[in-house]
Nanobody
Framework: QVQLVESGGGLVEAGESLRLTCEVSGRTYSTYAMGWFRQAPGKEREFVAHITWSGDNSYYGDSVKGRFTISRDDAKTAKNKVYLQMNSLKPEDTAVYYC???????????????????????WGRGTQVTVSS
């Protein structure tokens, strides 16, 4: 079993930065690829960012490319955390942000699943990010 707990959300002004943290419990942290999604009121959940289990590759949604960065602790450090650095925040980034873990994510261009909710096995409860204009 894997448990995910997000933290770091809050209220900021447009142009400011926040760093979200997802703490992963369970001895299989290093075998899971990790993703961040977000959901704004009245909208569907949206893919934000993904990092492979090794940390060697990352992927981003179009709306956050160049502004957000996903990273993860090396499994050898035993810290088991995943981060989402969010810079140049905009009011449209306002949403609840969710961390997710997946063990069978596909990356082949024609069959990639990292941006789909169904690729993930475990989800956190989310942390609220509000960006004022």
């Amino acid at each position: 079993q894997v448990q995910l707990v997000e933290s770091g959300g809050g209220l900021v002004e447009a142009g400011e930065s926040l760093r979200l943290t997802c703490e992963v419990s369970g001895r299989t942290y290093s075998t899971y690829a990790m993703g961040w999604f977000r959901q704004a009121p009245g909208k569907e959940r949206e893919f934000v960012a993904h990092i492979t289990w090794s940390g060697d590759n990352s992927y981003y949604g179009d709306s956050v490319k160049g502004r957000f960065t996903i990273s993860r602790d090396d499994a050898k450090t035993a810290k088991n955390k995943v981060y989402l650095q969010m810079n140049s925040l905009k009011p449209e980034d306002t949403a609840v942000y969710y961390c997710a873990a997946g063990s069978a994510v596909q990356y082949q261009p024609a069959y990639s699943t990292y941006s789909f909710e169904r690729a993930y096995d475990y989800w956190g409860r989310g942390t609220q990010v509000t960006v004022s204009s």
